[in-house]
């Protein structure tokens, strides 16, 4: 009896120190503001329902969210309430209405006998807490007492309307991993005003590095006051939607856009403030209707990768007077796209692209200036009334004149009504030829222009006859031989050498690459002898000259196939390459033995010759595979494997394991022998890479190897727990704790005390009831039996008798909080048991 009772506090010790709070309150008397949010249904569940009036009219709100995410209310000053999200993963999505449709909301406007409405500007306080991954829709929506949003960086997403109109914000703090903003997540924060345009207390905001999409109305304003200052979109940015920061009045600095934005859309900085230079970097292709309307900027820069610039995109920005379109080769330009602007210089790459602007946007009166292929820097000024100096790689710019011929002077200030056109000069460069200490120096090349190429390269001869010239070179390495190429730059070209040979011409004859046991290479030599410098300079009549015999199948030379047996120096240079190696490939299509000869030729006298004897053998005979072995892993136990007639012995590692290398559908049998009195077997743990179909409370556990991995650990219990309590503080437990950690850790001592005190709380052998129908019988077979007083069937079943007692007892509901009906198989919890069953004793 006292080890039952030590048994039992240890338990209790373990629900009251391991359970959330939400599983404590199921034995308090006092219920706690807190509940499940969560969106990942594979966490236990919590389903809300709540029906009321507001403003005449019946509103409903039903939603079921999960424990991997968990709200609290807590005091924090008289009369309001700090609301704290916890837990790990995401949030779930709330209802669109503002008052309706999240169930901490309903927690306090019962808690405090309020309207939902105004519980919700009880919440001053949000603290979201490290492990959430998502915000949830709507979540905080229309919390216009809040004063700061600061999000964990584990936050990787908002969802939609999240903190739309928390009107008293005065900061905001963002992940720095978050990667999206959905559609109207932060608009309209800060003060709310009715004065269209006010900015009274803007609010700074830092957009992370890992941002990636900005979606439509994210940061839009419409009442309140919204950001301030600069802002800068990140270069991760892929796209920023419709509206996204539409009428934010405060952004009066200046606007950077990151270098990876593909579209900007509609209305995206519509009736912002903002002012200096816009640079639109090539990354963007469309610019949408109304982007950048009615902003102050004083001038624009669109990049290269514009193809669509949308109706009003830039109309209205009145301070504006420069705008580059030169880096555009070819976009379509919307009505009204630079309407009511007071432009007066336009800078456009040609005559085609200054028609199509003219003729689309009415620029009738504006300057133009063509680049004729000049574009401008990224960080280019531009200035009001002054031509401003554009770029072209090898060319030099020569200034702007006012007409393409370029007649008269060059002029910088522009004039209404003109069309200036850029002079460009052709950039030339020094060629410098070096000789690498052999022939004489060549004469200085004449300066060659961008684009050409050198003409009339010198061939270079050796004064002393011991080095041969073989051409020029772009490098010092010899890595890139001249042949025409344009010239971009001051280039040196290097004279190429190699000495005269006196020594041997040596083929390595390689061994066949499909038959084995043949000799490694093999070297046949010829010696020219001492006038082969001589000989080398009659490179087309030199000849080197191949014997063998018709079973060779292929002869290489470095990678070239030789489809004769005769070539010239000059022919076998230029397949050799850069390689002066003379190396053979030959590969033998049958066995035995081969003669390959060599000969150095001069015309058709031989000056040398050689050849050996190449000896080829069989193919060998293909290896039988190796029988595929398996790992087996044995902890706290003891293993006897045999395959066939042969025992397989496992050795034992550092950490105590016996480890084996083991054939599939070997014999395995594996043995717990307890150690001491106080210990006993309980079960088996097993990870396998395969299906294992065993009984794990076997002991010995016998079965064949599967075709894979697999790891078995003897689990043991307290040997003193008498057998009518089974795995108290056994197996799983002690599993869960190890393996997952805190959460299962929690979930065990939840289990573990519960059962426990259902195991001393009802009758000995009365096995817990899993569902509605097992605890109506238990409190109804209890209580004796006794007959409902609703009239049922004459042949009612005890079910159907026992669950209309409990209902009429008020032990169980009659129907759940959104109305369903419940049926006899539907689940109950552990506390619903405890609670149920000693509710019934009070009867």
Avoid at 315 to 329: E, K, N, P
Avoid at 352 to 369: D, I, N, P, W
Wanted: hydrophobic share 35%; proline share 3%; charged share 20%.
């Amino acid at each position: 009896m006292k080890k039952r009772l030590i048994s039992l506090l240890v338990a209790a010790c373990m629900i009251f120190a391991l359970l959330p709070v939400s599983a404590i309150t199921a034995f308090a008397e006092e219920s706690v503001l807190t509940g499940y949010c969560g969106a990942d249904n594979s966490y236990e569940s919590q389903t809300y329902y709540c029906s009321t009036q507001y403003n005449g009219a019946a509103q409903t709100f039903t939603g079921t969210y999960y424990s991997n995410a968990i709200w609290t209310l807590t005091p924090n000053g008289a009369d309001t309430y700090k609301l704290t999200i916890s837990g790990t993963g995401q949030m779930g999505d709330f209802g669109t209405s503002w008052s309706f449709g999240k169930p901490w909301n309903y927690a306090l406007a019962e808690k405090e006998s309020t309207a939902v409405t105004e519980s919700r500007n009880k919440i001053t306080e949000i603290e979201i807490a490290a492990g959430i991954t998502a915000i949830g829709a709507h979540a905080f929506e229309g919390y216009e007492k809040i004063s700061k949003i600061e999000l964990p960086d584990s936050v990787t997403e908002l969802g939609e309307y999240a903190f739309n109109h928390c009107s008293g914000v005065t900061s905001v703090r963002l992940s720095n991993n978050l990667t999206e903003i959905k559609a109207t997540a932060l608009s309209d924060l800060g003060t709310t005003s009715n004065v269209v345009g006010s900015v009274a207390n803007p609010i700074s905001i830092t957009l992370p590095d890992s941002l990636l999409y900005i979606r439509g109305k994210a940061f839009s304003l419409s009442n309140g006051s919204g950001l301030k200052g600069d802002l800068t979109i990140p270069d991760n940015v892929q796209s920023i939607g419709e509206d996204a920061f539409v009428n934010n009045y405060g952004l009066t600095g200046n606007l950077t856009i990151g270098k990876s934005v593909k579209e900007i859309g509609r209305g995206a900085f519509s009736s912002c403030k903002f002012t200096g230079k816009l640079s639109v970097p090539g990354s963007v292709t469309k610019i949408g209707e109304k982007a950048f309307m009615s902003n102050k900027f004083t001038s624009i820069q669109i990049a290269n990768g514009v193809t669509s610039i949308g109706e009003y995109a830039f109309s209205g920005c009145t301070s504006v007077h420069s705008i580059d379109l030169s880096s555009i080769a070819q976009a379509t330009y919307g009505d009204n796209a630079f309407a009511s602007m007071s432009t007066k210089l336009i800078y456009v790459d040609n005559l085609t692209q200054k028609s199509t602007v003219e003729s689309t946007q009415g620029f009738t009166s504006s300057v133009f200036a063509i680049t004729n292929g000049g574009t401008f820097a990224e960080n280019a000024t531009f200035e009001e009334g002054k031509l401003a100096i554009p770029e072209k790689t090898d060319y030099t710019f020569k200034g702007w004149y006012e007409n393409a011929e370029f007649d008269g002077n060059a002029v910088t200030t522009a004039e209404t009504g003109k069309t200036y056109y850029a002079k460009w000069e052709k950039n030339k460069y020094t060629v410098t030829l070096n000789n690498n200490g052999h022939g004489e120096q060549p004469a200085a090349m004449p300066p060659v222009e961008y684009g050409d190429s050198v003409a009339d390269l010198p061939e270079l001869r050796d004064s002393a006859n011991e080095w041969v010239f073989d051409g020029w070179y772009m490098d010092e390495n010899f890595t890139t031989k001249y042949d025409n190429q344009a010239i971009t730059d001051n280039t040196t070209l290097y004279a190429k050498w190699h000495e005269y040979q006196n020594t041997s011409l040596t083929a390595k004859v390689s061994k066949s690459d499909y038959l084995v046991n043949t000799p490694a290479d093999v070297n046949v030599t010829v010696t020219p002898g001492d006038d082969f410098s001589k000989l080398m300079q009659d490179k087309d009549n030199i000849k080197i000259s191949l014997t063998y015999d018709d079973d060779v199948t292929s002869v290489m030379l470095n990678d070239k196939v030789l489809d004769q047996q005769e070539y010239t120096i000059s022919e076998l240079m230029q397949l050799m390459g850069q390689n002066r190696e003379l190396k053979l490939n030959v590969t033998y299509g049958k066995a035995g033995t081969h003669t390959f000869g060599i000969a150095l030729k001069n015309g058709n006298e031989i000056v040398s010759e050689c050849s050996t004897d190449i000896v080829v053998a069989e193919e060998a005979a293909e290896l039988t595979p190796a029988t595929k072995l398996y790992t087996l892993t044995v902890k706290n136990a003891d293993v006897t494997i045999k395959n066939g007639d042969e025992e397989i012995k496992a050795e034992k590692n550092d950490k105590g394991e016996l480890i084996a290398k083991v054939p599939e559908k070997a014999d395995v049998t594996v043995t717990y022998t307890s150690q001491s009195d106080a210990v006993a077997f309980d079960q088996w743990t097993i990870t396998t890479d395969e299906t294992l179909d065993v009984d794990v409370k076997n002991n010995p556990l016998k079965f064949q190897m599967p075709a894979g991995g697999v790891t078995i650990e003897a689990m043991t219990k307290d040997a003193s727990i008498e057998e009518s309590e089974p795995n108290i503080l056994g197996t799983a437990a002690v599993v869960g704790t190890a393996a997952v950690g805190t959460a299962i850790l929690a979930w065990q001592g939840y289990q573990l005390g519960t059962e426990l005190y259902l195991k001393t709380a009802l009758p000995a052998g009365t096995a817990i009831p899993t569902n509605r129908a097992e605890l109506a019988l238990l409190v109804w077979n209890h209580a004796g039996k006794p007959a409902p007083a609703a009239v049922l069937p004459a042949d009612a079943t005890d079910t159907q008798k026992a669950i209309a007692w409990a209902v009429e007892n008020d032990l169980l509901k009659a129907a759940k909080d959104n109305g369903e009906t419940y049926v006899d198989t539907d689940s109950v919890s552990r506390v619903e048991v405890i609670r149920v069953w000693n509710k019934a004793q009070e009867k």
